[in-house]
């Protein structure tokens, strides 16, 4: 073994080292997943489009996230969870300086957060490398610290383009994610280790595995058509004909010997209802903070909805509840290693549920939004940092980056379907002779978003309970995958 190698294993072993790397690295997706959020407004103004179709800035990233996931989970446990997160980084740098570049052209804006969306995919690799690193005690909270830096940094990604926005050049902001990017593949390549290939690697079925993407897509259009034009031929066409997609792509991986994305895991309670739970927390309100948080505080102050905040403010606002959030996520660890993550997951919901109860009545106090953006973020770092916990203590070593790749599979999709959705019911009701939402459509939103955390909840509630103290201690965990 080289001297160079040596070292690179001796910065490895050392876990405020890895610890680091672990957190730039899931900086720069998390990151460039938020950095148009508070630049929406201004993207729209600028391209001359409204709302729904602007969202399509964060849905192009998710459904490319979403493929990503789903392949990048498996194909690391199989592959080598290094090689495959420097190749994922590698495409998200190259995204990022396409829209660095030439993002004032539309259709290239698109096809650089595709790339950039390759990001996303980051953390069930991670996760499994935290999984190799960490001894067993000390799991729960890296993994709820990782977890958490992802709402940090997209905290800081609504900062920094509500501060050029501002300076009145949103561009910038890929070149910021450009240089997140950079040192995350330096960071990986210098202090991560590689991990063994398995041996049936050749097996996979990746083209099956990837069916699902353009079935969530023209799903997606078939929305955003629907919304804008009603259900018509073409509308109900892309509805239609994506949900036949997903159907031959659920079949298939179902069939399949070794799948792309072990769907027959989702039987399981110990893991379905987790991935069930997520999926309904992420159509809610993981996609309506995202989309209407900046919408709320920088619309007028005059409209019916609207706190007529700068960019630049609403970014420090959702930066400032990112830290916090960032901030206590050791104290949701410590409750996953010693109750469990379906207690820490508990205790997630409930913080979200009480930010949009305040959204929904004090929506027209700035003191209360922020009070109620503090709860949405940490409850938001709290679950993400919580669904890898309870996947951990239910799946075997071998099969943690595929099951936490099923799990931002299905947070990614669920989130990408949720912002037009949140974007349809905003554009339901708008004051007329603008695109601003009335207090209807505000309150239609709300409710939708708690209605779906109630039911998260209780499905988190039927969760079977488990002592995370045992898995510390060395027990086989229940539920464990049958491949």
């Known amino acids: 073994m080289s001297n160079i190698e040596q070292r690179w294993g001796t910065l490895a072993e050392r876990p405020a080292i890895f610890l680091i790397t672990l957190l730039i690295i899931e900086a720069t997706g998390a990151f460039e997943t938020s950095m148009v959020l508070v630049a929406i407004p201004t993207m729209a103004e600028e391209f001359q489009v409204d709302l729904l179709t602007m969202s399509w800035v964060v849905t192009t990233f998710l459904v490319t996230g979403a493929a990503s996931a789903a392949i ?42 595709g790339l950039q969306g390759t990001s996303a995919a980051v953390l069930p690799l991670l996760i499994g490398l935290a999984r190799e690193t960490s001894d067993r005690r000390r799991l729960p909270t890296v993994v709820a610290v990782t977890g958490a830096a992802a709402v940090l940094a997209t905290s800081m990604g609504a900062l920094t383009s509500g501060i050029l926005v501002d300076l009145g050049d949103w561009k910038l902001i890929f070149w910021v994610s450009s240089v997140l990017a950079l040192l995350g593949l330096i960071a990986g ?3 991560l280790r590689e991990t063994p290939r398995a041996q049936n690697a050749a097996r996979l079925n990746v083209v099956g595995g990837l069916l699902f993407a353009p079935g969530i897509a023209a799903i997606l259009l078939g929305i955003t058509f629907a919304a804008r034009d009603g259900f018509t031929g073409s509308a109900t066409a892309y509805l239609i004909g994506g949900s036949a997609i997903l159907a031959l792509w659920a079949n298939r991986e179902w069939r399949a010997d070794i799948p792309m994305i072990n769907v027959r895991a989702l039987l399981t309670r110990a893991v379905g209802f987790p991935q069930i739970a997520m999926s309904l927390l992420a159509v809610g309100g ?5 989309l209407a ?7 007028p102050s005059e409209l019916p909805v609207g706190l007529g905040l700068s960019a630049t403010f609403t970014g420090a606002v959702v930066a400032g509840a990112g830290l916090a959030a ?3 996520s050791p104290i949701a660890g410590r409750v996953a290693l010693r109750w469990g993550g379906r207690s820490a997951l508990v205790v997630s919901t409930c913080l979200l549920l009480g930010g949009f109860v305040i959204l929904l009545f004090w929506y027209s106090n700035v003191v209360l939004v922020v009070v109620a953006g503090a709860l949405v973020l940490t409850g938001v770092a709290w679950a993400v940092g919580a669904l890898p916990n309870v996947i951990v203590e239910a799946v075997p070593a071998e099969n943690t980056s595929e099951i936490i790749g099923v799990n931002m599979l299905l947070r990614t999709v669920f989130t990408a379907i949720g912002t037009p959705v949140a974007a349809l019911i905003l554009n339901s009701s708008t004051v007329p002779g603008t695109r601003a939402p009335t207090q209807t459509a505000w309150v239609s939103l709300t409710a939708w978003v708690l209605v779906m955390s109630v039911l998260a909840l209780c499905v988190i509630l039927a969760l079977p309970k488990r002592a995370a103290r045992d898995v510390a201690a060395g027990e086989s965990p229940e539920g464990a995958l049958a491949m």
Do not use: C, E, W, Y
């Not at 990048?72 to 495409?91: E, P, T």
């Not at 993981?286 to 995202?290: C, E, G, L, Q």
């Not at 948080?293 to 619309?299: A, D, E, G, N």
């Open 326 to 328: 960032f901030a206590l």
């Open 293 to 299: 948080l900046p919408i709320l505080m920088q619309s």
């Open 72 to 113: 990048g989970g498996r194909l690391g446990d199989q592959f080598g969870r290094k090689r495959v997160l420097l190749v994922l980084l590698a495409a998200s740098l190259v995204g990022s300086l396409l829209g660095a570049l030439f993002g004032g052209n539309f259709a290239i804006l698109l096809l650089a957060r």
């Open 286 to 290: 993981f996609a309506t903070a995202a």
């Open 189 to 191: 390549t210098v202090v």
